[in-house]
C-alpha cells in the first residue's frame, strides 16, 4: 500500500500557520475556544493533549484563562493532520521531542508511516477474510437451517474449534489451522513498548494479531503456522529490543 507522504505539510515537522486556512500569522494570543475553532478541534481535545505532553502548558492571563499564540496553532494543527493517519499521541510526542530537540524527524515519520500502511495492509487482509466468512454464512443458510446447534447453526456450522489459551488451534470455515500464544515478554515499559513489539509482529507474514501487555508481561500472538513459526516469533520480539522469557 502506497503512503501519501503529501498528506503530511510540514516545515520540518510542524506546518506552516497558513497550512491550517490562516491567512496571516496569528499576532498576540488566543482563548482556548478561539484556538479549537481555528484549528478544527475541541477544547476538551486540547486540554486532553495538554495533560498528555502533546501541547504545551499555555500562559495564562490575568484572569486565569489559557493563552494561546502562533506557535500552538501550528503545533496542535500538525497533532491533528498526524492523527488523521492513524499516528498515536506517543507517536505524535516522539516526532515532536525530535523536531523541538532539533532534529529533522522526517526520517522517523516515514518510518512510523511504512509501518501503518503494512498493518493496514495486513487488517485489510483479515476483513477481507472476515467478509468471505460471512457471505459463505449467508450462502448456506438454506442448507444449516435445519442443523442441530447448541444455540445457532449458522453461525456452528462454521465448527470454530478453541483451546485454553497458551496454546490455541483455531480452525477456519477454509480449514487452516490458527496457532494462539501467550508468550512472557520481560523489557516492556509502557504502551508504547506494545505499540513496537505489535509493530515488529504486525510485518511478520503469518501473523493474524499481537496483543501486548506491559503491565502483565505478556504477548498474545496468532498466527498462521503454515506461514511462520513460533521460533519466528520470538525472533523478532528479540529484534524489537525485548526478551522472551522461556
Known sequence: ?????????????????????????????????????QVGVTAKAIRFYERKRVLPRPTRGANGYRLYGSAAVETLTFVKQAA????????????????????????????????????LDRKL???IDMQRQIRHSLTAW????????????HIEHRRT?????????????EGLIMEQLELRV???????????????????????????DHRAARVKVVFDPARTSLQTVQTRIKRAGYEVAS
Do not use: F, W, Y
Not at 438454506?142 to 447453526?153: G, I
Not at 474449534?161 to 470455515?173: E, H, I, L, N, Y
Open 1 to 37: 500500500m502506497a503512503v501519501a507522504e503529501s498528506q503530511l505539510h510540514m516545515r520540518g515537522a510542524i506546518p506552516s500557520v497558513r497550512a491550517s486556512g490562516l491567512e496571516n500569522e496569528v499576532k498576540g494570543t488566543l482563548k482556548i475556544g478561539q484556538l479549537a475553532r
Open 84 to 119: 488523521g493517519l492513524g499516528l498515536t499521541l506517543t507517536e505524535i510526542r516522539e516526532i515532536l521531542s525530535i523536531r523541538q530537540g532539533g532534529g529533522p524527524p522526517c526520517v522517523h515519520v516515514r518510518r512510523l508511516l511504512e509501518d501503518k500502511a503494512r498493518e
Open 125 to 127: 487482509r483479515d476483513l
Open 142 to 153: 438454506s442448507r444449516t437451517s435445519q442443523r442441530r446447534a447448541t444455540v445457532c447453526p
Open 161 to 173: 474449534a478453541r483451546a485454553p489459551v497458551g496454546s490455541v488451534k483455531d480452525r477456519s470455515s
Open 186 to 212: 520481560n523489557g516492556m515499559t509502557c504502551t508504547g513498548c506494545e505499540q513496537r513489539i505489535q509493530r515488529a509482529l504486525a510485518q511478520v507474514d503469518g501473523v493474524v494479531r499481537s496483543v501486548a
